[in-house]
T-cell receptor
Framework: GAGVSQSPSNKVTEKGKDVELRCDPI?????LYWYRQSLGQGLEFLIY????????KSGLPSDRFSAERTGGSVSTLTIQRTQQEDSAVYLC??????????????FGEGSRLTVL | RKEVEQDPGPFNVPEGATVAFNCTYS??????FFWYRQDCRKEPKLLMS???SGNEDGRFTAQLNRASQYISLLIRDSKLSDSATYLC??????????FGKGTRLSVIA
């Protein structure tokens, strides 16, 4: 597709359930990022991929969070045993290379997660 | 100290006004700087890069002061369509971009 595609756009789940969020980056973009944004808050970095490798997992809030990327393309962010504080918009972005001096990340529209 | 700090606002200004936002960053080794714009319930999008010499794009002017570790964004002749949240973004080296929490602007008719 022309842009970064994320699914589902909205997800409501019960506390304790697992959820999977998917990101399909712009074709040819080697770098892929996951951020989350809670209501009224800034973007919180979670993890990024260079190809299929994740050099920096420091932002993952707990071991309930994991992510993978296969084929240098699609990425999945998995949250196990969801908690109410996991409720947020999960934003995926991609860039041609790890965004250094160009600074241009292309974001998807996000997956809004609500944990009841 | 937070890595990137911004006044959250909101800044409520009339159409045609000039408004300026500042942002400070903590890491003196930061390499490059950007302003992103985020409309309500939408994803962030790159507005402009910030160069050491300052740069202008139409009604928007960005400036960098490395000595004081702050970045500014000036919007002249504000339009209703400028209403959004403006995110200050910093590249601190071999790490992903760090985003400020944003400054909310409302331009009022």
């Amino acid at each position: 597709g022309a842009g970064v595609s994320q699914s589902p756009s909205n997800k409501v789940t019960e506390k304790g359930k697992d959820v999977e969020l998917r990101c399909d980056p712009i074709s040819g973009h080697t770098a892929l990022y996951w951020y989350r944004q809670s209501l009224g808050q800034g973007l919180e970095f979670l993890i990024y991929f260079q190809g299929n490798s994740a050099p920096d997992k420091s932002g993952l809030p707990s071991d309930r969070f994991s992510a993978e990327r296969t084929g240098g393309s699609v990425s999945t962010l998995t949250i196990q045993r969801t908690q109410q504080e996991d409720s947020a918009v999960y934003l995926c972005a991609s860039s041609l290379v790890v965004a250094g001096n160009t600074g241009e990340l292309f974001f998807g529209e996000g997956s809004r997660l609500t944990v009841l | 100290r937070k890595e990137v700090e911004q006044d959250p606002g909101p800044f409520n200004v009339p159409e045609g006004a000039t408004v300026a936002f500042n942002c400070t960053y903590s890491n003196s080794a930061s390499q490059s700087f950007f302003w992103y714009r985020q409309d309500c319930r939408k994803e962030p999008k790159l507005l402009m890069s910030v160069y050491s010499s300052g740069n202008e794009d139409g009604r928007f002017t960005a400036q960098l002061n490395r000595a004081s570790q702050y970045i500014s964004l000036l919007i002249r002749d504000s339009k209703l369509s400028d209403s959004a949240t403006y995110l200050c973004v910093v590249n601190m080296g071999n790490t992903p971009l760090v985003f400020g929490k944003g400054t909310r602007l409302s331009v009022i008719a």
